[in-house]
């Protein structure tokens, strides 16, 4: 997935985006609200993490303090549906019901455990998917977020954490035919260098795993799951 980490704390920044890098996600990270506005307004994020108590940002507020809300308001005045969870040292009752009311699909408060934040984020990607299931599940082929585990017809499928990036992409919308550009956007944050061929590897890698004829190409426009062969065709 494709994440936005809106934090202006240096060491949780980096931790942030270490561990969840090391899950397999592109991670964007940016420090105050001025980047985190900019960056909402010119790409599409699978989901952001926001912090509340935010340095302004921009050439003439550089020290003045902002408030993640105002991000989220305007996020959800313009009706942009990405799912939010608000990071916050502010533990009281107060902050986390405006958080919510604001349109946060969750919160979690400072100092958190990693596990939860990366269990909350699954569970918000489920409910945001209208799936209650925790596995994703596609022609034989079971993907598990929480264990990063593939399964196909029950056996284990080894992948690297680049192939699994793009699997659970297209796991994540099946029917939806992702274009090269919007998987190079899950598999590499700003500043890492994208090598050209990346993607055209990865699906190659994912069809020898899977099976030839689980991802389907559609030339010029880009790669989709294959649907299921039809019911009553005799195989
Ligand atoms: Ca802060």
Known sequence: MRLLLVEDDRMIGESLRS?????????????????????????RF??????????????????????????????????DPTPVIVLTARDAPGDRVRGLDTGADDYLVKPFELDELTARIRAVMRRHGGRSEPVLE?????????TRRVLRNGEPVLLSSRELAVLEALMMRPGAVLSRAQL???LYGWGEEIESNAVSVY?????????????????????????????????
């Open 46 to 79: 699978d989901l952001v993490l926001l912090d509340l108590g935010l340095p302004s940002g921009g050439p003439t507020a550089a020290a003045s303090a902002g408030d993640g809300l105002e991000l989220l308001a305007e996020l959800r005045s313009r009706r």
């Open 138 to 146: 596609y022609r034989g082929v079971s993907f598990d977020p929480a």
């Open 203 to 235: 699906i190659h890698q994912l069809r020898r795993k899977l099976g030839a004829d689980f991802i389907g190409n559609m030339r010029g426009v880009g790669y989709f799951l294959q649907p299921p062969p039809a019911a009553g065709s005799d195989r």
């Open 19 to 43: 561990a969840l890098r090391g899950e397999g996600h592109a991670v964007d990270w940016v420090r105050d609200l001025a980047a985190g506005r900019a960056s909402l307004a010119s790409e």
């Open 184 to 186: 190079e956007d899950r």
